[in-house]
């Protein structure tokens, strides 16, 4: 919105500089963005919020800047204007009711269209309005000042002597006066004559009526037009003028009538035109009569600020609110039409609220209410789970939760069924995340391809899943991505280390186990991945995951040449396992004894279950085994591998003496060596 | 001079002048093994009369104690002196071999200063779903359909009436359903809005809301509330301005700025010149919310605050380009420790 300083002036005595008219509107919610100074003199750009129509226009402004300083409004001519017998007769009818309230046109007989008054086009320039023809101008001078978008037709153009407002119907058409053919849809409330359409109501008017330079005899329109379906058909047809905007947010029934008077008479001054009659069709009745009670105690409550009833009826008198009737605590307000967004003692509040000044109203220090934890628990592990694996050397990234359907059909057997978006950006940009494989991927390829080389990242975010044909069957669920390609570790020392499966084995581990969560590895068949591995946690070893290595064809979709290790493991699973206190347990008082074996076996079999066979055998006096050394090699036949394992030996109440832990070992041994046929070194 | 006498005077001569590891384990074989010197004076005490055996014995014991001591202080000595001239041969400007940094992404880190501060200031940190129904996104908000005050809330849609939610004010809903006041509760969350991408736009990017419903919660409690975070967060010299501004699910809205940080409200480019940086939109919880949530809007008043975390961060780091936080090239998040 555009606001002339020199025009508001017209109807409100200030004389405050540019800037501080500027401060004082944007501080009462009509921000101002820019000062302009033309050759019309200083203009102010305006952002008006949705539920200020009245602010669209001078004299709306106006009231906003005689509230403000105390003024009182200098009202436009709005008499009526003095009618006179036209030849032209014509017959105006609503017939969609619902949509229509009220509906007046006035025959302007014998007019000269030429050009504009000066001074009428020096007020449009000012507000960037391009001059047209003495009559168009006038219907736009009032639109700037009134907030009444009207219109005019050729009166000689119309057919059969009639207005109607009502719906279109399948199949009919409308060139709009920008000169662009619009098929019109079922429903959409339009202007017609005893042909069809002539306008699309309260968006823009027909060629076929136009106003032109040969134009005789004028019909001009002024309504009041619903404002949803202003809204749903400009939207349809992708269009949006000075008339549909002011529709769109509601404009002052009240002022119908006394536009087209200022209208008609504005007309005729400069064209030399006839005025005819008003005619009417609806209502002009207020819909509800409005008044509105207003608690000032309660006022002063939600403000935490002591306005003072007198303060509060200068401020609703400023604004143009009658007062009613007050006793000592309340008062009854009456809303002048143009202001329709005042229907709750709430909106008055906030009228109070603006104009006493958000800055006049003191900053409280706000108490603290008690409530248990601050955060719950998933929100923990996932702090937690970011923290740790920052401080283990993984850096976070955040990608896209859209993504496009080769996300899911590159990674079918890891990702979720896709849910759809059903108006996409892009083909890109048209799938909920299946997985979050996908988007790690994206960004390794990126980085590699601007050469870094050395990657650990992670992601917590979310995954969508259909889970049934339903709207309502959609699931969320928190994941986590785990990545590493190129070095795993890398120094003058001991040389560049290639990341592996274990390096991402390790990291899952070495996080669960901070979340007191036991992990388990098992190999797994898993189209995309090789040396695939499930994840599962807890005592019933619960499915959480999974952790691999990319398979080749995979990456090359991603154009990756290196090995890529990736893990995902549900949030909510970990979560739900997860153990957060932190709980003691006495010291071991007595020493451990350790004992080393060394053992030979098919290459195949599995470290786990020689361990676990290993730490059930004596149990009580296991506490741990450890494996140390894994050899594979010339050294032994060929098809073997050699394992060496620590195992340490403990009683909570008394040292072991040798003897027993030989015993212990011994047995353990022999008990390995019958179960799985190893032998020893 | 006795003979112990004479055999300390010879220790210490030589335990101050013996410059090698090796050369005080032959020592202490000399004067103090099986067939040291002091032990045979030892072992030749007996051959004494009583009273002498005594004195000598002690003198004797007290030799023995203070050689162990002379030979495990020359020891240390040495020790070091050694240790130490091994220490000089290394080069200390070789890189040492700590394990590699990781670090959170920026949009993690600003949100985590957002949430600390509130949760220091009493907020308990509440989150809610992305999918969402029009009833949560929308109605409940009080944000009718097909009017001008949905322009700034379009919607990814899914099906029906199934959408990806435009802001986090959902969770204001959940959270209302589900308990009764008073509570204060921040909900930050990753939101959804169909914006074609640019330098300051994407479909994706995170907000941080606030809650606080009581009988007697005011504008005057949510201005305390925004000027202690914004203080906080942005320095404590900043100074704030609350205006009036329209929001469907508050009443009386504001608007909150900031002073700019970067110019200190002389005004500069990233401020167009205002001096003013907006940085959340706020409110008293409009009556038709509680309504819709079963609440009595006469009994509790609340405020609500939301705010983008993508634009605080930009503006707390001088990042020009919203792309860059999802494009995650490690050069530009390692910046971010």
């Known amino acids: 919105?555009?606001?002339?300083?020199?025009?508001?002036?017209?109807y409100v005595e200030i004389d405050v500089k540019v800037e501080e008219l500027a401060h004082a509107l944007t501080m009462t919610g009509s921000a101002v963005e820019e000062i302009k100074a033309t050759p019309q003199g200083k203009t102010l750009q305006l952002e008006i919020t949705s539920n200020r129509p009245d602010c669209l226009n001078m004299l709306g402004l106006a009231r906003e800047a005689a509230?403000?300083?105390?003024?009182?409004?200098?009202?436009?001519?709005?008499?009526?204007?003095?009618?006179?017998?036209?030849?032209?007769?014509?017959?105006?009818?609503?017939?969609?009711?619902?949509?229509?309230?009220?509906y007046t046109a006035r025959v302007i007989e014998g007019v000269?269209?030429?050009?504009?008054?000066?001074?009428?086009?020096?007020?449009?320039?000012?507000?960037?309005?391009?001059?047209?023809?003495?009559?168009?101008?006038?219907t736009n001078y009032c639109l700037m000042e009134l907030g009444q978008p009207m219109h005019v037709f050729d009166l000689d153009r119309i057919k059969g002597a009639k207005v109607i407002v009502r719906k279109a119907v399948k199949g009919e058409r409308l060139i709009t006066i920008d000169g662009v053919d619009r098929e019109l849809s079922e429903g959409m409330l339009i202007i017609a004559d005893a042909d069809g359409p002539i306008a699309i109501a309260g968006i823009m008017g027909g060629k076929n009526t136009e106003v032109t330079a040969g134009t005789k005899n004028v019909l001009l329109e002024s309504a009041c037009f619903d404002p949803v379906t202003v809204r749903r058909t400009a939207r349809k047809l992708a269009i949006s003028t000075d008339s549909s905007y002011r529709f769109e947010r509601g404009i002052d029934k009240g002022m119908v009538a006394p536009a087209s008077d200022r209208a008609s008479k504005m007309i005729a001054a400069s064209t030399g035109g006839k005025i005819g009659k008003l005619l009417e069709a609806g209502s002009r009745a207020e819909t509800a009569q409005k008044i509105i009670k207003i608690d000032v105690g309660r006022t002063e409550r939600l403000l935490g600020a002591s306005v003072g009833k007198t303060r509060i009826k200068k401020i609703f008198r400023g604004l143009g609110l009658d007062i009613k009737k007050e006793s000592a605590a309340k008062l009854k307000v009456k809303v002048p039409s143009f202001?329709?967004?005042?229907?709750?003692?709430?909106?008055?509040?906030?009228?109070?609220?603006?104009?006493?000044?958000?800055?006049?109203?003191?900053?409280?220090?706000?108490?603290?209410?008690?409530?248990?934890?601050?955060?719950?628990?998933p929100k923990k592990v996932d702090e937690k789970i970011r923290t740790d694996l920052a401080g283990a050397g993984w850096q976070e990234i955040m990608t896209y939760s859209m993504v496009p359907y080769r996300a899911y059909e590159d990674l079918s057997s890891i990702s979720a069924s896709p849910v759809e978006i059903m108006n996409p950006l892009s083909e890109e940009q048209k799938f909920l995340a299946p997985n979050l494989v996908d988007g790690m991927l994206k960004v390794i390829s990126r980085n590699l391809n601007r050469k870094n080389m050395d990657l650990r990242l992670f992601e917590t975010g979310k995954i969508y899943k259909k889970t049934g044909p339903g709207e309502k069957d959609i699931m969320e669920s928190p994941e986590l991505c785990i990545g590493i390609t190129g070095c795993a570790r890398k120094n003058w020392k001991e040389g560049a280390v290639q990341s592996s499966f274990y390096d991402v084995k390790g990291v899952v581990e070495r996080l669960l186990s901070g979340l007191r969560i036991n992990t388990f590895f098992k190999t797994a068949d898993i189209p995309g991945l090789v040396t695939a591995s499930h994840v599962r946690i807890g005592n019933e070893k619960r499915l959480v995951g999974f952790a691999g290595e990319i398979s080749p064809k995979t990456l090359e979709r991603y154009d990756i040449s290196q090995p890529v290790f990736i893990a995902q493991i549900s949030l909510n699973e970990v979560t739900r396992h997860a153990v957060l206190e932190d709980t003691f347990t006495p010291v071991p008082r007595f020493p451990s004894a350790f004992r080393d074996v060394s053992v030979q076996c098919d290459k195949e079999l599995e470290v786990d279950g020689l361990k676990d066979a290993m730490e059930q055998e004596c149990e009580g006096i296991v506490k741990k085994v450890e494996i140390i050394d894994l050899y594979e090699g010339d050294k032994i036949p060929a098809g073997k591998k050699s394992l060496t394992f620590s195992i340490e030996y403990a009683l909570p109440d008394r040292t072991l003496t040798d003897e027993e832990v030989g015993a212990a070992h011994d047995k353990i041994k022999k008990a390995v060596a019958?179960?799985?046929g190893v032998t020893y070194r | 001079m006795s003979r112990i006498d004479e055999i300390k005077a010879a220790f210490e001569a030589e335990i101050s002048s013996c410059k090698r590891l090796e050369g005080l384990e032959e020592m202490k074989v000399r004067y103090l093994g099986r067939k040291g010197e002091l032990t045979s004076v030892l072992r030749s005490l007996s051959e004494l009369p009583e009273d002498e055996r005594r004195k000598a014995g002690m003198e004797a014991n007290k030799l023995k104690e203070l050689m162990n001591s002379g030979i495990e202080e020359a020891r240390t000595r040495l020790e070091m002196?050694?240790?130490?001239?091994?220490?000089?041969?290394?080069?200390?400007?070789?890189?040492?071999?700590?394990?590699?940094?990781?670090?959170?992404?920026?949009?993690?880190?600003?949100?985590?200063?957002?949430s600390e501060i509130f949760v220091s200031l009493g907020f308990r940190i509440a989150e809610g779903p992305e999918v969402e129904t029009e009833f949560y996104n929308f109605e409940a908000l009080n944000i009718p359909l097909d009017h001008p005050s949905r322009d700034g809330f379009d919607t990814f849609y899914i099906k029906g009436k199934t959408l990806l939610r435009s802001h986090t004010s959902n969770v204001q809903i959940h959270i209302m359903q589900k308990q009764k006041p008073p509570f204060q509760v921040l909900m930050p969350g990753r939101v959804y809005r169909p914006d074609a991408v640019d330098a300051t736009h994407s479909f994706m990017f995170h907000q941080v809301e606030g809650l606080m419903v009581d009988t007697d919660i005011s504008f005057a409690d949510l201005k305390g509330a925004l000027t202690l975070f914004c203080r906080s967060m942005f320095g404590e010299d900043t100074r704030m301005r609350f205006r009036p501004s329209f929001f469907p699910f508050t009443e009386p809205s504001a608007e909150v700025d900031i002073s700019c940080f970067i110019c200190k409200g002389k005004g500069c480019r990233v401020c167009k010149m205002s001096g003013w940086l907006e940085i959340m939109g706020a409110g008293l919880v409009d009556p038709k919310v509680f309504e819709a949530v079963g609440y009595d809007p006469g009994k509790y008043t609340g405020f609500a605050f939301g705010m983008g975390v993508e634009r605080i961060a930009m503006l707390l780091y001088g990042i020009n380009d919203i792309r860059l936080f999802y494009e995650n090239d490690v050069r530009f998040l390692r910046q971010f420790i």
């Open chain 1, 67 to 102: 509230a403000i300083y105390g003024k009182k409004i200098k009202m436009p001519d709005l008499s009526a204007a003095k009618a006179e017998r036209t030849s032209m007769r014509v017959e105006c009818q609503i017939k969609a009711k619902d949509l229509c309230q009220l």
């Open chain 2, 81 to 114: 002196k050694s240790r130490g001239e091994k220490a000089s041969e290394m080069d200390v400007t070789l890189p040492g071999f700590g394990p590699p940094r990781g670090g959170l992404h920026p949009i993690t880190k600003t949100m985590g200063r957002i």
């Open chain 1, 674 to 676: 019958e179960k799985f």
């Open chain 1, 339 to 377: 202001r329709g967004d005042l229907m709750r003692d709430i909106d008055l509040v906030e009228e109070v609220a603006r104009i006493y000044g958000y800055d006049n109203i003191p900053s409280k220090v706000s108490k603290i209410i008690p409530q248990g934890e601050r955060k719950e628990k």
């Open chain 1, 1 to 10: 919105m555009k606001l002339s300083y020199e025009w508001l002036k017209e």
């Open chain 1, 112 to 138: 000269h269209v030429g050009p504009t008054p000066g001074n009428i086009v020096k007020r449009l320039e000012a507000v960037d309005l391009r001059t047209v023809n003495n009559i168009v101008d006038v």
